[in-house]
Nanobody, 123 residues
Framework: QVQLVEFGGGLVQAGGSLRLSCVASGHTFSSYTMGWFRQAPGKEREFVSA????????DYADSVKGRFTMSRDNTKNTVYLQMNMLKPEDTAIYYC????????????????WGQGTQVTVSS
């Protein structure tokens, strides 16, 4: 079992940066592929990024590739999402989640979700 809590959301101007953190509690963190999803008002929750237990070769949605970087530190039970060159269309609630299934781009693969953190990007 694992529980997730996100930190780091806030208000930033377009072109700025934020770093989100997701802290896990429990004994099985390293077994999970970790993902970031986001949900804007009135829209479906969408995939942003995912990273395997080893931390290499993260997967990114095309909309954020080249701007966002995901990493994990298993010694701290924490995953990160560094967001650079933010755009107004990045505005959403961002969720971290843990999966034991191979298809990391779909929400149904994830067994554990954090509470979400709001990211707002102004023009």
């Amino acid at each position: 079992q694992v529980q997730l809590v996100e930190f780091g959301g806030g208000l930033v101007q377009a072109g700025g940066s934020l770093r989100l953190s997701c802290v896990a509690s429990g004994h099985t963190f390293s077994s999970y592929t970790m993902g970031w999803f986001r949900q804007a008002p009135g829209k479906e929750r969408e995939f942003v990024s995912a990273i395997s237990w080893g931390g290499g070769s993260p997967d990114y949605a095309d909309s954020v590739k080249g701007r966002f970087t995901m990493s994990r530190d298993n010694t701290k039970n924490t995953v990160y999402l560094q967001m650079n060159m933010l755009k107004p269309e990045d505005t959403a609630i961002y969720y971290c989640a843990g999966s034991l299934l191979p298809n990391v781009r779909v929400t149904r693969s994830y067994a554990v979700w954090g509470q979400g953190t709001q990211v707002t990007v102004s023009s």
